[in-house]
């Protein structure tokens, strides 16, 4: 072991007691490589996702039943679109640029949600994205906020916030709907048979094939579990489907009183490798999206800078 060697093993211990003090890591203190890397991998995804996940609600937009569907709607779309930008801005504080990072999207190098693959086929699919999908979402994003990373704690806990009033959007869509006609009730139990098992994919594979867990939750990335944090989603929502009148599609669904916690069915784990291999329903649909958005943004873009070095080269002139 040389010199440089000992140097990095004290530094790894010195940033290893710090994260075990509950300190926040700042982008300019010293990190291991792989907390880096570890940190670019997940933030950069969480970040893809929140953008890929306009699409699907994006969908119907031009089809809300009433102004006031369509406003609120626009207004949560518009929400996850920010928290993409804030979650960019997040992970280019590792040392990461924008363009790397939609590289790595469009050329389907890196991963986003598999539940963004899924299509949205009728109203009631919006009800079940907000009350479900964000549902998930903030459940996970919770015990992030106390991530080890400053940057990616803070980010979180605005969006926790914004996140809790799309929850409640969706929840009252499926309200309104199992409360309507007897046809408005069976879109809403058919919103919740596609979209139960997807969501429940959301939270990553089981503890004991989740590659990057252990790792994580020792530099305290990760707080709670994947099955852990998928428990507490299913305990969840359980309640507020049996308020809602509407039955999970799931036959071992039942409340264990010594584990207070529900048992549940297992995921169809082939199905989730399949989304995450690019063949879901939507996959390729949601990835030519995206690309043809930045490649009809570049005008913009090209504006954009050009109106800078304008202005740059102005303000150098005038000194
Ligand atoms: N989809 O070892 P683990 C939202 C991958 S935001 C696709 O357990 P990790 C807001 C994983 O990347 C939703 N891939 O991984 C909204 C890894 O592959 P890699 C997004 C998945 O990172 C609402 C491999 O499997 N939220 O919904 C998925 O420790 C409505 C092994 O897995 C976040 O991103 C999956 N579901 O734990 C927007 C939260 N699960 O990268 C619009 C932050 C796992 O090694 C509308 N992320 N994989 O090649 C996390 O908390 C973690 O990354 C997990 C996965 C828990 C998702």
């Known amino acids: 072991m040389d010199s440089s060697d000992w140097e990095l093993e004290e530094l790894e211990a010195a940033f290893q007691e710090k994260v075990g003090a509950e300190k926040r890591i700042e982008p300019k203190d010293w990190m291991p490589d792989k907390y880096r890397q570890t940190l670019i991998r997940q933030m950069s995804q969480h970040a893809h996702s929140e953008v890929v996940g306009m699409l699907p609600e994006g969908n119907w937009l031009t089809r809300a039943p009433s102004l006031k569907r369509k406003t609120i709607l626009m207004a949560k779309i518009q929400d996850e679109g920010g928290h993409g930008l804030y979650l960019y801005s997040a992970t280019e504080t590792l040392g990461i640029s924008r363009d790397e990072m939609f590289e790595q999207l469009h050329s389907g190098k890196a991963k986003y949600s598999s539940i963004f693959n899924y299509p949205t086929l009728n109203w009631a699919d919006i ?60 879109m809403a139990q058919d919103a919740l048979n596609r979209w139960w098992w997807p969501t429940l994919m959301m939270f990553g594979p089981n503890d004991a094939n989740s590659a990057n867990s252990a790792q994580s939750m020792k530099w305290k990335i990760k707080r709670q579990s994947n099955d852990d944090l998928r428990q507490k989603f299913v305990d969840a929502t359980v309640p507020q489907a049996e308020f809602l009148n509407l039955r999970i599609p799931d036959d071992k669904l039942k ?47 090209d504006a954009a800078l050009a109106y800078a070095r304008k202005k740059e080269s102005r303000k150098a002139k005038a000194a």
């Open 255 to 301: 409340w264990n009183e010594e584990r207070k916690h529900y048992d549940f069915g297992e995921i169809d784990w082939e199905e989730f490798k399949a989304v995450v291999k690019g063949n879901g329903l939507c996959n390729r649909e949601r990835l030519q999206a995206r690309v043809e958005a930045h490649d009809g943004g570049k005008w913009v873009r």
């Open 127 to 186: 009800g079940a994205i907000g009350w479900l999908v964000d549902g998930a979402a903030i459940t996970n994003q919770i015990a992030l906020c106390r991530c080890s990373y400053g940057p990616y704690a803070r980010a979180m806990i605005r969006i926790c916030k914004e996140e809790s009033f799309h929850q409640r959007q969706g929840y009252e869509i499926m309200m309104t709907m199992a409360q309507g006609t007897e046809e408005q009730r069976e």
